[in-house]
C-alpha cells in the first residue's frame, strides 16, 4: 500500500480533522446573545468553515527539513467552559442517543427475510458498516479528550470576541483575558495560558449603528495591534431569511430548532466575512505562529537533550530522581517542564503534519516517561508515535508495536486509563483496517469490548463482526458469532431492535446448519425481543421453528414451550399454525377404515388381512372386477366400475386411525383433536348421482367446519401426551348426506391457544399398507364416495369361550341384527373351520339341556328346509332362502362348537347378504367375523372309570 | 480431568456428525449452545489452517476468554475435522485422546451401514469417547 492509501484512509482523515489546533472562544454574554438570534451559538456559527481548504501555506519547521505546503486546515472552535474534561455521563447518554437514533433509522421490517449472505458478501466496506458506527467512535474517543497528559487538546489560539453593545468594549477584552476567568486547566497549570490572541469586535448591525462599531474597531486597532484585532459584522440581513443555497449550518444542528429558524438573520455577505476570518486565523496567523514555536522549541531541546552528551546527562539526572517518587497520574509534569516542552513540540509538528520531526519527539519522550514511570504520559506518547508512523506509512510493525505497547499500558492503568486505552484500540484498529488487516482489526475491537460497558461492547462487537466479514478470504462464522456477541450485549443494553437486526444477520450464517444449539438460541432470542416489540407475528415465525426441540435438556424445552404460548397468549387471539409438530404426527401410521360392501363385526376382524377374507369368501360372493380366478378369465368381462375410489356410505363412519408422538419431554396438553373433512354434494363424473342441495362445502378455509356439522359428524378427542409417548388416535367421520368426502388432514388445539393443523400430506409414490384394501395411494384412500345408506347387519355369536378343552361341545347363538331400515335376503355364510363351528337348526334354539340329549323326533322335520341351513360347495353354508330380516329385526341361530385337538384356532366367518328393492352399485354386503378360541388338552378318566366297574360287575355275575 | 470440554465431530459442509459434553463441570443452561458458538467459529481458523500444514493435529487454534478450541483434522478425502473446546492445558492427553477417537470414527466408517457423513448415532462409540475423555483429558 503506497501512501495514498494511508492518505485517503479514514483514519488519516480522522486525524486530520480530530488532531488539530484547538482556539478557545472568550466571549461577552452580549456577543453569544447576537449569535442566539440565529438559533446558533458561537461555536456553531463558526464551526461550518473550520475547514479552510483552498489555502496554501508553505511550512518549514526546522531549519535542516525543506519547505511543505499545507493545503488544508482544519481549526476546532471550543468555547472556553468546554475546555475541561467531559462528564461521562454526559458521554454516556450522548453514545446512548446515537445508538438509539440509528436503532430509528435503520427501518427494516422484521416480516422480510434476514440478509442473504450472497449480498452480504458482495458489498463493499463503507456499504457494510452504517455510518453511525463512525459518530459512535468518535463520540467515543472524545471522552477522553483535554486530558493533561497529551497536548494536542491544549488551545493554540484564542479568540477574544466583544460585542459592539457592550459598554467599555475595551476593558471587556482584558477582562476576558484575566487568569482567573480562564477554564481551570490553564489555570492551574496543566496547558499553557501563554497563546496566540486575537481580538474580534462582533458588531450586531441589528443593535447598533455602524459608526460606533467602527470607532471601538480605531481605538483596538490603535491599543492591541493592527493584526491582532478584527472587526466581524453580522445580523446583516433585515428582510426576509434569504435561502442560502446551502445553509452549512443546518446539517450540524438537529433537534427541536425548526431549519428555518438557523441563521435567519445571515447575510451572504456574512458568511464570506465568517469564512474570511477563519481562512485568516489559519493560514496567517496559527500556523506561522505553531511553525514559529517549534522551530524555538526544537533548537531549545537540540541544545538540551540532543546529542551523546546530553543524553548522558539526561540519563543521570534522571537516575537520580528515580526513587523520589512513582508517579503513575504524572501530576509532577507542568507545561513549563521539558517533558511537557518537547511533548508540544512533538504534537505541533504532528498538527502541521512534520510527521517525521513529531516521531523523533516523541521517542525522545517515550524514554524519559518510561525511566519516570510515568506510565500515562508514556503510553499517550507510544500512541502518538504510532499515529506518527502509520501517516508516515513506514514500517508497520513498529506502528502496530506502539499502538499495542500504548493499549496495553493504558489497560494497566485500571480504570484512569482504560477510556484512553478504548481510544488508542479504535485507532489501532482502524490503522489495522486500512492496512486491510481486518482480522487482527477486529481483535482489537474484542479486546476493547471486554473493558467497556455492554452497550459500548455491543458496538465495538459488531464492528469486528464486520471486520471479519471484510477480511478476506470472508470469516463468516466468526462474523457471525461476533453479530451475536453483539446482539447479546444490545439486549443487556436495551437496545432490542439493534439486538434483533444483528441476530437476524447472523441467522443468514447458520441457517441450514446441522448446529442445532445455536438455532435454537438465536431463533428463540428473535422471537422473544420480537414479542417486546410487540411484533408477533415474526415472533412467532421465528419461534415456531425452535418448538420441537428434543435435542434440549428439559428446562430449556420447558422455556421455549412456555415463551411461545405467553406470546401466543398475548397476541390476544388463538393463533392457527399449520404443520405444527406439537405433537407430531407419523405419517406412515395412518390408517382409515371405512365400510363399503365389506362390514367388520368388530374391530379385530378389521385387521386381518383382506386375502384371507378373499379366500374365504370365494365362490360366495359375486365376482369382483381385479379378482382373477385364474389366468383364462379375460378382464374385459368385467363391467368398469362407476367410481374407482373408496366408497362409503351415509351414516356409517369412517375412522381413521395414526400414531401421535410428542417430542418433547414435558407434557401436552392436546384438545379437541378431530379430522378436517371436505364434503361436496356435487354429482359424479358420470352424472349418475343426483346432488340433493346443490351445495359444495369446502372446508380449506378451516374455520367454516363448524358449520357442517349437519353434514359431517365429527369425533373429537382430547388428551394429555405425557414426554416422549406415542400414542395411537381414532378419529371418526361420518357423512349424514351423499357426495364426495376428502379427509384433508387433522386440527387439535395446543394448550387451549394454538390451533395445530396437519394436512395428510399426498405422497403419491408411497403406497401405504392399509388393514383391508388392496394397496393403494394414499390420496385414493382420503377421498371417498358417500353413497345412500345400506342395510347393515351387525352380527354377533354369543358366550364364545376364550378357552376351551378339546372334545368340547356346546351350544352358542349366533346372532344377525338389521338396525337399518331396509330387508337383507338372501343370507350365506362361510366358515374357515366348518368341523369346529356347526350351524344346528333353528329348532336347536328352544332345547332345554337334558332334552337335547333325546333323540329327535322325525315328526318335526317337516320344514326342514326352513330351518337347517343347506350346505352346499365346502365350506359354503346358505341360510334358508325364505329367511329375511326386516329393518330393525333380528334373527338368531344355533351353533354347535365342537373342538377336536388342542390348538389355538381362529375362526373366521364370513356371511353374505343382499338388499332388497335397492338399486345401486352395491347389491350386496358381506360381514365378517373373527373369533380366537383356545382349545387345552382335557383327559377321559371318567370313560376309563366306568370300564372298570364294568369288569367288576361282569366277573361278579360270572 | 477438564472441567469444561466439549467434543465435536465436524463433516464436510460444516455439519457436526457428533457432539458430547465431555466436561466434568455441572452442566450449565446456556453452556451447550455457548460451545457450539465458538466451535464453529473456529472452524473459520481451522479451514485457512488445515491446508497449511501436514500435521493432523492442529493443536490449540482458537480461543474464547479462556475456552481453548483445540483440533485434530482427519486425513480423509473429505475434511472431517475433530475439534475440543476445553479449559485445561494438557496438551498431550489432548493429543492422544484425538488420536484413539480418530480410530474410534475410523470403525465407525467401516460400518458398512454407515453412511459416511450422517450422524453418528452409536452409543457404544458414544461410551467409549467419553471413557477416553475420563482417561485423558
Given at each position: 500500500m503506497d501512501s495514498d492509501d494511508v492518505s485517503k484512509s479514514s483514519l488519516s482523515k480522522y486525524l486530520h480533522e480530530e488532531i488539530t489546533p484547538v482556539v478557545m472562544l472568550l466571549c461577552t454574554p452580549l456577543a453569544e446573545q447576537a449569535c442566539r438570534k440565529n438559533s446558533l451559538t458561537l461555536v456553531q456559527m463558526l464551526k461550518p468553515f473550520s475547514v479552510s481548504t483552498n489555502i496554501q501555506v508553505p511550512v518549514r519547521t526546522t531549519t535542516d527539513h525543506q519547505p511543505y505546503t499545507l493545503r488544508s486546515f482544519k481549526l476546532r472552535f471550543v468555547s472556553d467552559s468546554d475546555i475541561r474534561q467531559p462528564q461521562q455521563q454526559d458521554i454516556v447518554s450522548s453514545l446512548k442517543e446515537v445508538v438509539s437514533c440509528a436503532s430509528d433509522e435503520t427501518t427494516y421490517d422484521p416480516q422480510?427475510?434476514?440478509?442473504?449472505?450472497?449480498?452480504?458478501?458482495s458489498m463493499s466496506e463503507s456499504e457494510v458498516s452504517p455510518p453511525w458506527f463512525s459518530v459512535f467512535n468518535r463520540n467515543l474517543s472524545q471522552a477522553v479528550s483535554f486530558s493533561e497528559h497529551e497536548t494536542f487538546d491544549h488551545p493554540v489560539a484564542c479568540l477574544v470576541i466583544v460585542s459592539s453593545s457592550d459598554e467599555h468594549p475595551m476593558s471587556k477584552f482584558g477582562d476576558l483575558l484575566s487568569l482567573d476567568q480562564l477554564p481551570t486547566p490553564l489555570n492551574q497549570g496543566?496547558?499553557?495560558p501563554r497563546m496566540l490572541k486575537h481580538y474580534i469586535l462582533l458588531h450586531d448591525k441589528q443593535d447598533n449603528s455602524t459608526e460606533k462599531a467602527s470607532k471601538i474597531y480605531a481605538e483596538m486597532k490603535n491599543t492591541l495591534g493592527l493584526n491582532q484585532s478584527r472587526l466581524l459584522c453580522i445580523n446583516s440581513n433585515k428582510d426576509e431569511a434569504i435561502k442560502l443555497l446551502e445553509n452549512p449550518w443546518i446539517c450540524n444542528k438537529t433537534g427541536s430548532v425548526q431549519n428555518h429558524e438557523i441563521a435567519r438573520f445571515l447575510s451572504i455577505e456574512d458568511l464570506n466575512e465568517i469564512k474570511e476570518l477563519v481562512k485568516d486565523l489559519s493560514s496567517k496567523m496559527i500556523i506561522p505562529y505553531m511553525e514559529q514555536k517549534i522551530r524555538n522549541l526544537n533548537q531549545q531541546v537540540s541544545a538540551t537533550r540532543r546529542g551523546f552528551r546530553n543524553q548522558i546527562k539526561n540519563l543521570w539526572w534522571r537516575k537520580g530522581k528515580e526513587d523520589a517518587l512513582d508517579n503513575s497520574n504524572g501530576s509532577m509534569y507542568t507545561y513549563s517542564s521539558t517533558e511537557s516542552q518537547i511533548r508540544i513540540l512533538g504534537d505541533y509538528a504532528f498538527m502541521l503534519r512534520d510527521y517525521e520531526l513529531a516521531i523523533s519527539n516523541f521517542r525522545l519522550l517515550s524514554t524519559d516517561y518510561k525511566l519516570d514511570k510515568a506510565w500515562k504520559h508514556y503510553a499517550g506518547v507510544q500512541e502518538m508515535m504510532g499515529l506518527s508512523l502509520f501517516m508516515l506509512d513506514q514500517s508497520r510493525k513498529d506502528s502496530e508495536v506502539c499502538l499495542e505497547t500504548a493499549f496495553n499500558t493504558y489497560l494497566k492503568l485500571g480504570s484512569s486509563g482504560s477510556k484512553n486505552a478504548t481510544r488508542c484500540g479504535l485507532w489501532w484498529a482502524e490503522m489495522l483496517k486500512a492496512r486491510g488487516q481486518h482480522k487482527e482489526g477486529a481483535d482489537v475491537l474484542f479486546r476493547i469490548s471486554c473493558e467497556e460497558p455492554s452497550l459500548h461492547a455491543a458496538v465495538m462487537l459488531e464492528q469486528?463482526?464486520?471486520?471479519?466479514?471484510?477480511?478476506?478470504?470472508?470469516?463468516?462464522?466468526?462474523?457471525?458469532?461476533?453479530?451475536?456477541?453483539?446482539?447479546?450485549?444490545?439486549?443487556f443494553s436495551e437496545q432490542r431492535k439493534h439486538a434483533i437486526r444483528t441476530y437476524r444477520s447472523a441467522l443468514s450464517v447458520y441457517k441450514e446448519s446441522g448446529w442445532s444449539y445455536i438455532n435454537d438460541h438465536v431463533n428463540f432470542n428473535i422471537g422473544r425481543w420480537l414479542a417486546f416489540l410487540e411484533m408477533f407475528d415474526a415472533s412467532i415465525k421465528n419461534m415456531l421453528g425452535i418448538l420441537e426441540c428434543s435435542h434440549q435438556p428439559l428446562t430449556t424445552q420447558n422455556l421455549f414451550l412456555k415463551d411461545f404460548l405467553h406470546i401466543v397468549k398475548n397476541m390476544g387471539k388463538k393463533l392457527e399454525i399449520s404443520k405444527l409438530q406439537l405433537p407430531s404426527i407419523s405419517a406412515s401410521s395412518l390408517k382409515v377404515i371405512f365400510e363399503d360392501h365389506r362390514t367388520y363385526a368388530s374391530s379385530s376382524a378389521v385387521h386381518v388381512r383382506e386375502k384371507i377374507w378373499q379366500s374365504l369368501e370365494e365362490n360366495m360372493v359375486p365376482p369382483v372386477n381385479g379378482i382373477k380366478s385364474n389366468w383364462l378369465d379375460s378382464r374385459k368381462i368385467q363391467t368398469p366400475k362407476k367410481y374407482s375410489g373408496n366408497v362409503s356410505m351415509v351414516g356409517e363412519a369412517i375412522k381413521v386411525y395414526f400414531e401421535v408422538k410428542n417430542p418433547l419431554q414435558i407434557s401436552l396438553s392436546v384438545s379437541s383433536m378431530s379430522l378436517l373433512c371436505e364434503i361436496s354434494a356435487k354429482p359424479t363424473v358420470e352424472g349418475e348421482k343426483k346432488s340433493n342441495t346443490g351445495e359444495i362445502f369446502d372446508t380449506r378455509d378451516q374455520n367454516d367446519c363448524t358449520l357442517e356439522h349437519n353434514q359431517l359428524e365429527l369425533s373429537e378427542h382430547n388428551f394429555v401426551l405425557e414426554g416422549g409417548v406415542i400414542k395411537e388416535v381414532q378419529l371418526d367421520v361420518t357423512p349424514q348426506m351423499e357426495g364426495f368426502l376428502k379427509i384433508v388432514g387433522v386440527k387439535w388445539t395446543l394448550s387451549g391457544y394454538v390451533v395445530g393443523y396437519h394436512k395428510f400430506d399426498v405422497d403419491l409414490k408411497k403406497k401405504c399398507k392399509k388393514g383391508k384394501s388392496i394397496v393403494r395411494s394414499?390420496?385414493?384412500?382420503?377421498?371417498?364416495?358417500?353413497?345412500?345408506?345400506?342395510?347393515?347387519?351387525?352380527?354377533?355369536?354369543?358366550?364364545?369361550?376364550?378357552?376351551?378343552?378339546?372334545?368340547?361341545?356346546?351350544?352358542?347363538?349366533?346372532?344377525?341384527r338389521n338396525k337399518t331400515k331396509y330387508t337383507v335376503k338372501n343370507m350365506k355364510m362361510k366358515i374357515s373351520h366348518p368341523r369346529l363351528l356347526i350351524p344346528g337348526s333353528s329348532g336347536d334354539l328352544d332345547l332345554e339341556f337334558p332334552d337335547c340329549l333325546k333323540k329327535q323326533n322325525s315328526s318335526e322335520d317337516k320344514n326342514i328346509q326352513a330351518e337347517i341351513m343347506h350346505k352346499s360347495g365346502g365350506l359354503l353354508f346358505s341360510f334358508p332362502t325364505t329367511?329375511?330380516?326386516?329393518?330393525?329385526?333380528?334373527?338368531?341361530?344355533?351353533?354347535?362348537?365342537?373342538?377336536?385337538?388342542?390348538?389355538?384356532?381362529?375362526?373366521?366367518?364370513?356371511?353374505?347378504?343382499?338388499?332388497?328393492?335397492?338399486?345401486?352399485?352395491?347389491?350386496?354386503?358381506?360381514?365378517?367375523?373373527?373369533?380366537?378360541?383356545?382349545?387345552?388338552?382335557?383327559?377321559?378318566?371318567l370313560s376309563f372309570f366306568t370300564l372298570e366297574v364294568f369288569f367288576v360287575v361282569s366277573t361278579f355275575i360270572y | 480431568m477438564a472441567t469444561t470440554a466439549c467434543f465435536i465431530i465436524v463433516s464436510r459442509n460444516d455439519i457436526p456428525i457428533y457432539e458430547?459434553?465431555?466436561?466434568?463441570?455441572?452442566?450449565?443452561?446456556?453452556?451447550?449452545?455457548?460451545?457450539?458458538?465458538?466451535?464453529?467459529?473456529?472452524?473459520?481458523?481451522?479451514?485457512?489452517?488445515?491446508?497449511?500444514?501436514?500435521?493432523?493435529?492442529?493443536?490449540?487454534?482458537?480461543?474464547?476468554?479462556?475456552?481453548?478450541?483445540?483440533?485434530?483434522?482427519?486425513?480423509?478425502?473429505?475434511?472431517?475435522?475433530?475439534?475440543?473446546?476445553?479449559?485445561?492445558?494438557?496438551?498431550?492427553?489432548?493429543k492422544s485422546f484425538f488420536q484413539e477417537v480418530h480410530e474410534l470414527y475410523i470403525k465407525i466408517l467401516l460400518n458398512p451401514l454407515y453412511l459416511p457423513g450422517s450422524r453418528i448415532t452409536s452409543s457404544h462409540f458414544d461410551t467409549k469417547v467419553r471413557a477416553l475423555a475420563r482417561k485423558y483429558l
Open positions: 422480510s427475510d434476514p440478509p442473504q449472505l450472497h449480498n452480504l458478501l496543566v496547558m499553557d469486528a463482526s464486520y471486520c471479519y466479514l471484510l477480511s478476506n478470504p470472508p470469516m463468516l462464522r466468526k462474523f457471525a458469532f461476533h453479530l451475536v456477541l453483539a446482539g447479546n450485549q444490545y439486549n394414499q390420496k385414493q384412500n382420503m377421498s371417498f364416495l358417500v353413497v345412500k345408506g345400506l342395510p347393515k347387519l351387525e352380527g354377533c355369536i354369543h358366550q364364545v369361550p376364550k378357552t376351551t378343552y378339546s372334545g368340547d361341545l356346546r351350544p352358542l347363538t349366533f346372532e344377525l329367511a329375511k330380516i326386516n329393518g330393525g329385526e333380528n334373527i338368531q341361530w344355533p351353533f354347535w362348537l365342537h373342538t377336536a385337538v388342542s390348538e389355538k384356532i381362529s375362526i373366521y366367518i364370513s356371511i353374505y347378504y343382499e338388499m332388497e328393492n335397492i338399486s345401486c352399485d352395491l347389491h350386496y354386503r358381506t360381514l365378517r367375523m373373527l373369533y380366537e378360541i383356545e382349545v387345552k388338552q382335557s383327559c377321559y378318566v | 458430547a459434553e465431555v466436561g466434568s463441570a455441572v452442566k450449565k443452561e446456556d453452556a451447550a449452545h455457548q460451545h457450539q458458538f465458538i466451535l464453529h467459529a473456529a472452524l473459520d481458523i481451522v479451514q485457512d489452517l488445515a491446508w497449511t500444514t501436514s500435521a493432523m493435529f492442529l493443536k490449540a487454534t482458537d480461543r474464547f476468554n479462556d475456552l481453548v478450541v483445540s483440533v485434530y483434522v482427519t486425513a480423509g478425502h473429505i475434511l472431517n475435522i475433530l475439534m475440543l473446546l476445553h479449559d485445561s492445558r494438557n496438551e498431550d492427553g489432548i
